[in-house]
């Protein structure tokens, strides 16, 4: 085996592996989305959001 195989071998498996984190958390992203708008549109509030006026906890 020559040097520029291992070179090539070990950019090629970086890029993948790169490549493979970032499909990973574009598709998680997307999938906590989906959840929190269905949380959002059973009533599920999130804490952070202010309570509607005259509303006491």
């Known amino acids: 085996?020559?040097?520029p195989f291992?070179?090539?071998g070990s950019y090629?498996?970086?890029?993948?592996i790169i490549l493979a984190v970032?499909?990973?958390v574009w598709i998680?992203?997307?999938l906590?989305?989906?959840?929190l708008a269905?949380?959002?549109?059973?009533?599920?509030?999130r804490r952070s959001q202010?309570?509607?006026e005259g509303e006491t906890k």
């Open 12 to 16: 090629g498996f970086a890029a993948f």
């Open 50 to 52: 202010r309570a509607p």
């Open 38 to 45: 269905a949380l959002e549109a059973s009533g599920i509030r």
């Open 28 to 30: 998680d992203g997307r």
């Open 1 to 3: 085996m020559s040097h």
């Open 22 to 24: 970032i499909a990973w």
């Open 6 to 8: 291992y070179v090539f």
């Open 32 to 35: 906590r989305r989906r959840e």
